[in-house]
T-cell receptor, first 111, second 113 residues
Framework: SQQGEEDPQALSIQEGENATMNCSYK?????LQWYRQNSGRGLVHLIL???NEREKHSGRLRVTLDTSKKSSSLLITASRAADTASYFC???????????WGAGTKLIIKP | DGGITQSPKYLFRKEGQNVTLSCEQN?????MYWYRQDPGQGLRLIYY???????QKGDIAEGYSVSREKKESFPLTVTSAQKNPTAFYLC????????????FGPGTRLTLL
């Protein structure tokens, strides 16, 4: 069952611009996580934000969480070609240690 | 891909054949997961295991089987009952009792010939 929905499905921007991706979910959560997947590879964890947090930073990444709207956003600042990947949000609703995944946003950074 | 290995990287299956995908982790994680990913899609949970000798079905378990005889190993068998097995298969692990991240292997791409 998928809980998270990412928006947009695909995003193409110029190198140096900022990229914003959004994730909406349906039920109460313990935390929300963002992962990156390079083409044909496994997923890499980027950042986790807990339900009692509103904003979190990690390098060029900024994640916000609005539990009243059941939504989160991932901002990548000063994008680089190496940021080209698919980005997934996953929610932890506390059910048997499972994460519920969205369908992802495909980000292309044009040089 | 942090302490989790999957093999083989590519696998081909003929009609009527069972194939087994390997997943090994040296992170001392209790929980392990198998996901299926179709092109342009998110991850769908096949099976998961929280402790040795115990596992539960995920959302799409039909046509698949698993075992968890050792903490570090969680092999997935794609049986002949799975009529559309072509996909990218990802194994992950997580520290049980933690609400933190999952660590992923590099994946196995399975193709039905």
């Amino acid at each position: 069952s998928q809980q998270g929905e990412e928006d947009p499905q695909a995003l193409s921007i110029q190198e140096g611009e900022n990229a914003t991706m959004n994730c909406s979910y349906k039920t109460s959560i313990n935390n929300l996580q963002w992962y990156r997947q390079n083409s044909g590879r496994g997923l890499v964890h980027l950042i986790l934000i807990r339900s009692n947090e509103r904003e979190k930073h990690s390098g060029r990444l900024r994640v916000t969480l609005d539990t009243s709207k059941k939504s989160s956003s991932l901002l990548i600042t000063a994008s680089r070609a190496a940021d080209t990947a698919s980005y997934f949000c996953a929610t932890d609703a506390g059910s048997n240690y499972q994460l519920i995944w969205g369908a992802g946003t495909k980000l292309i950074i044009k040089p | 891909d942090g302490g989790i290995t999957q093999s083989p990287k590519y696998l081909f299956r003929k009609e009527g054949q069972n194939v087994t995908l390997s997943c090994e982790q040296n992170l001392n994680h209790d929980a392990m997961y198998w996901y299926r990913q179709d092109p342009g899609q998110g991850l769908r949970l096949i099976y998961y295991s929280q402790i040795v000798n115990d596992f539960q079905k995920g959302d799409i378990a039909e046509g698949y089987s698993v075992s968890r005889e050792k903490k570090e190993s969680f092999p997935l068998t794609v049986t002949s009952a799975q009529k559309n097995p072509t996909a990218f298969y990802l194994c992950a692990s997580r520290l049980a009792g933690s609400t933190d991240t999952q660590y992923f292997g590099p994946g196995t791409r399975l193709t039905l010939l």
